[in-house]
C-alpha cells in the first residue's frame, strides 16, 4: 500500500553498497524502519543527506502490515534547517537527542502528541538565536510527559531532595541511593516547571549541567528500563565542559 506521512530521523545503518535502513518516527505510524534503495549512490539526489539525526522528512512509502522493513519510494525535507546542521553545539546536542528517542520511541503506532511536541520542540530549536546550551536537559524532561514518568512536583515539599526513584521531592534524603543532592535537586524541580521560552535564563555552569544530566539518565533507567550505553554522550560532555 502506497502512503504518506511526515517522519522523523532517528537512526541509520548502511545496508548493501549504497542503500540505507533508517529508523524513523513517523507522525501516522510511530517507530517504523525502511530501507531506501540507492540512497549512498552517485544517483541518490543527496538522500543520504537528507537521513541525518532529527531531520524532518515528508514521505512517501511502500507499507505492508506484515512487513518489519518497509520502502521508501520519495522523501524529501519537510523543512530546511538554519542552525542544527551548522553549529557545533546544536549538533552534538542533535545527535544525542535523536540516539535517546531512538533507544526509547519503540511503539509502531500513531501517537501524533509525542510526534507533534518533537517536531515543534525540533524546530524551535533550530531557531533559538541563543540560550541554548540547556536545551538537550529541557528536552529530556519534557518527554517524559510523554513516556509517562514527568514527576510529581506539586506536593508541598519545594526545597528538598529530588528522588529519582518515586518521582517527587522528599524533604528528607531518601533511604535508597537514587536521590539528587539539594543543589542539583533545585536546578531539576526548576528544569522540569520552565516553560521553553524561559529557556534562555536556565544556564548552570558546565560541571552542574553534567551532574544535571547524570540524574536525568538515572531517572530515565530507573523508570523506562536499561536503555545501554549512549554513545553520543561522550562527545556532548566534551563540547559544554
Do not use: W
Not at 44 to 58: C, F, H, M, S, V
Amino acid at each position: 500500500m502506497l502512503a504518506k506521512t511526515k517522519g522523523i530521523v532517528l537512526h541509520t545503518i548502511d545496508y548493501g553498497e549504497t542503500s540505507v535502513i533508517a529508523a524513523i518516527y513517523t507522525e501516522n505510524s510511530g517507530r517504523q524502519s525502511f530501507i531506501v534503495n540507492s540512497a549512498r549512490s552517485q544517483k541518490a539526489k543527496n538522500k543520504a543527506g537528507l537521513l541525518q539525526p532529527l531531520y524532518i522528512l515528508e514521505l512517501e512509502i511502500y507499507q505492508r502490515p506484515s512487513s518489519e522493513i518497509h520502502r521508501v519510494k520519495e522523501l524529501r525535507l519537510a523543512q530546511p534547517y538554519h542552525s542544527l546542521p551548522f553549529q557545533i553545539s546544536k549538533s552534538a546536542q542533535t545527535l544525542f537527542l535523536a540516539e535517546i528517542l531512538f533507544k526509547t520511541l519503540r511503539e509502531e503506532e500513531s501517537y501524533p502528541q509525542l510526534f507533534g511536541f518533537i517536531e515543534n520542540m525540533i524546530s524551535y530549536f533550530d531557531l533559538m538565536p541563543k540560550g541554548f546550551g540547556s536545551f538537550h536537559l529541557y528536552f529530556l524532561a519534557r518527554l517524559t510527559e510523554y513516556l509517562g514518568f514527568f514527576p510529581n512536583l506539586s506536593g508541598p515539599v519545594k526545597n528538598g531532595y529530588f528522588d529519582l526513584k518515586n518521582g517527587c521531592l522528599s524533604e528528607t534524603e531518601p533511604r535508597h541511593p537514587y536521590f539528587a543532592d539539594k543543589n542539583i535537586s533545585g536546578h531539576l524541580s526548576r528544569l522540569f516547571n520552565l516553560q521553553v521560552n524561559e529557556l534562555e535564563n536556565f544556564k548552570p555552569d558546565g560541571k552542574t549541567k553534567s551532574l544535571i544530566l547524570e540524574n536525568l539518565l538515572t531517572y530515565y533507567q530507573i523508570h523506562f528500563g536499561n536503555m545501554g550505553k549512549i554513545n553520543s554522550l561522550a562527545v556532548l560532555k566534551e563540547i559544554f565542559e
